[in-house]
């Protein structure tokens, strides 16, 4: 059974960490990403399977300190607005017993960028250069992060213990922070793990590595949870077994792994079978749940419907 890395974790920071330990290879936690205040996957689930996901996941990214409003796409702005409130949204709903929650971060560039700086390609931000004392990009990466802090402080004073997954996707190029590859981006969450303790003391955040390259890993130290992004380029029943081998070999046997983003949602009758512990999944938003492009009904209602998930009714 693991303990937290911040060894002034809050109760229920070890308490959701006991239990995703014991649910994993024994069950698991159904989980879904939603962007928007009107939440439309958790209703589309809802009408589907007559159940609703144990964990929930939100995006701040409307929250980032630095938007380029003026020459951002149509895209993008109707992309922050819908986002906008999920704080408050994501805070009334943790306060309901029981319920999981968990946030993405896709942070506008902290200098410079236009449209969805978030993307490499959108700005010329450089990674490499926080990590260097007295320059503009470290000063600018400290203040975006303690206007972030300032937010996650509303769940500490809830008692609210949150999955935090800063930096994902950090083995692939296309956000600024994995650009300068997966060993810059490992500092970069470093550097935020120790600010985020030992300054602002943080101490509900239970902290999910998400990247599956070997020069990427923070270490046991600074991890809770390893977690991987998976997109199949087309539907297969899967437990993702060998994603899972692969992310042990590269990062730790020593933690509770998650599938924190799925395209395609398991398979629960192989998963019951194989018992290869996951301790939960989160499929993304938007057409990648409603709707039967990416996952059929048939499949979503064998999920909810099997006594191997865990799920909210």
């Not at 509770?256 to 799925?262: D, G, N, P, R, S």
């Not at 939960?280 to 979503?300: A, D, H, P, R, V």
């Amino acid at each position: 059974m693991q303990t937290p890395v911040n060894k002034n974790a809050s109760k229920e920071a070890k308490d959701l960490l006991s239990f995703l330990c014991k649910t994993a290879g024994n069950a698991i936690i159904t989980g879904q990403h939603t962007q928007t205040v009107p939440m439309e996957e958790i209703q589309y689930i809802k009408q589907i399977t007559g159940f609703t996901p144990k964990l929930r996941g939100f995006e701040l990214l409307s929250y980032s300190p630095n938007i380029n409003y003026a020459n951002s796409s149509k895209e993008c702005l109707t992309e922050i607005q819908e986002n906008r409130n999920t704080i408050q949204v994501a805070l009334e709903w943790a306060k309901q017993k029981g319920n999981i929650l968990t946030f993405s971060f896709h942070w506008f560039s902290p200098i410079g960028g236009h449209d969805k700086s978030f993307y490499a390609k959108n700005t010329d931000f450089d990674a490499e250069k926080i990590l260097v004392d007295g320059t503009p990009e470290r000063k600018a990466f400290f203040h975006d992060m303690d206007k972030i802090a300032e937010l996650l402080k509303s769940f500490k004073k809830a008692r609210i213990p949150v999955l935090w997954r800063p930096f994902h996707e950090s083995d692939g190029t296309w956000f600024w922070w994995g650009a300068k590859g997966p060993a810059v981006a490992k500092e970069l969450y470093k550097l935020m793990f120790n600010h985020y303790t030992a300054v602002h003391q943080l101490d509900n955040l239970l902290w999910v590595w998400n990247c599956r390259q070997k020069e990427g890993y923070p270490g046991d130290e600074f991890t809770d949870i390893i977690s991987a992004d998976i997109y199949l380029p087309k539907y297969m029943p899967t437990d993702y077994k060998n994603e899972y081998e692969e992310l042990i070999g590269n990062t730790t046997k020593n933690k509770v792994a998650a599938l924190a983003e799925v395209g395609y949602i398991p398979d629960v009758e192989i998963l019951q079978q194989s018992r290869i512990p996951w301790a939960y999944y989160m499929s993304w938003s938007k057409e990648f749940i409603i709707g039967q492009k990416y996952n059929s009904t048939e499949n979503l209602k064998k999920m909810y419907e099997s006594f191997y998930s865990i799920k909210n009714p």
